[in-house]
């Protein structure tokens, strides 16, 4: 296994490549924008506040445990999905819980006090995109567009935030209106959905799809088509050095390659397009 350093592309699979691809799916936070690093911050203590509000005899690390398994696990999902988990964690421990769409909107409540000095500061220029951008997103971007790839930007955030957080950040030009998000009724929409959408409408075929992405819903889906995936494992905010617990997650999803940024862009491009 190659040393987890911030300066090397980990290969992880040695027999994946990205010369037929022909469509680049992105994620959002923690792939491409750092507007909402920390949100785990946000949603973790939330649901453990709801949870010991209860009256159980679990200590408060308990609690913490069991939530940041689930939400770890559900990430890339819609965040409707951690909520409903959260309803379930209630009724297991004789609670009665709210509609997990009312848990979803107190934490969106208490996200957007985290995020606001950040928003505030793109929207009033005082902080440059990139600043708030995993590092050489904007390259790779750039990049994958002169190499002729499509560029598809799906999220488990709402595609309201999605679609305004990437024009702050304005990335959302090169995704030429390709640009999807979780929505009210959210059983209609996944990323599984979109892929087998594009495939549906399009000449293409699961090997063109390349993922990029920090949580393992896009690589796992990607990958069940037949197509290759990049894991974006950065210890966020910085983005130096790769996070050991999301390089984990990300192997188990299925990704060929781990980095914690797209710094090393040209090592990494020579990996993908061998050719």
């Not at 296994?1 to 469509?23: K, Q, Y």
């Not at 305004?164 to 640009?179: M, P």
């Not at 999807?180 to 409408?201: H, M, P, Q, T, V």
Request: charged fraction near 25%; charge should be negative; glycine fraction near 8%.
């Amino acid at each position: 296994m190659t040393e987890l350093n911030p300066s090397t592309v980990e290969i992880v699979s040695s027999e994946s490549d990205a010369t037929r691809c022909s469509i680049a799916l992105f994620d959002f936070d923690g792939t491409i924008s750092l507007i909402r690093s920390g949100w785990t911050d946000v949603m973790v203590p939330m649901m453990v506040e709801i949870l010991a509000g209860l009256g159980g005899d679990e200590s408060e690390g308990e609690l913490t445990t069991v939530v940041e398994e689930y939400v770890a696990r559900l990430t890339g999902k819609q965040t409707i999905y951690q909520m409903i988990e959260l309803a379930r964690q209630i009724s297991l421990r004789g609670g009665k819980p709210l509609e997990p769409m009312m848990y979803k909107h107190m934490y969106l409540n208490r996200l957007d006090a985290h995020i606001k000095l950040r928003v505030e500061g793109l929207s009033a220029g005082t902080i440059s995109p990139d600043e708030l951008m995993v590092p050489g997103s904007r390259s790779l971007m750039q990049t994958l567009q002169k190499r002729g790839l499509s560029l598809y930007l799906a999220s488990g955030t709402d595609e309201s935030y999605l679609s305004r957080e990437a024009e702050l950040l304005q990335v959302d030009t090169y995704f030429d209106g390709h640009i999807y998000g979780a929505r009210e009724d959210y059983k209609n929409f996944s990323k599984k959905i979109l892929i087998n959408r594009i495939l549906c409408e399009g000449n293409f075929k699961g090997e063109n799809f390349l993922a990029f992405g920090d949580g393992y819903v896009e690589i796992e889906n990607v990958k069940e088509v037949g197509g290759c995936a990049v894991g974006v494992a950065s210890d966020e905010p910085i983005c130096l050095r790769v996070d050991p617990v999301k390089r984990q997650r990300l192997v188990r999803a299925g990704a060929d390659w781990i980095i914690p940024n797209y710094n090393r862009l040209n090592e990494l491009l020579s990996i993908l397009f061998p050719s």
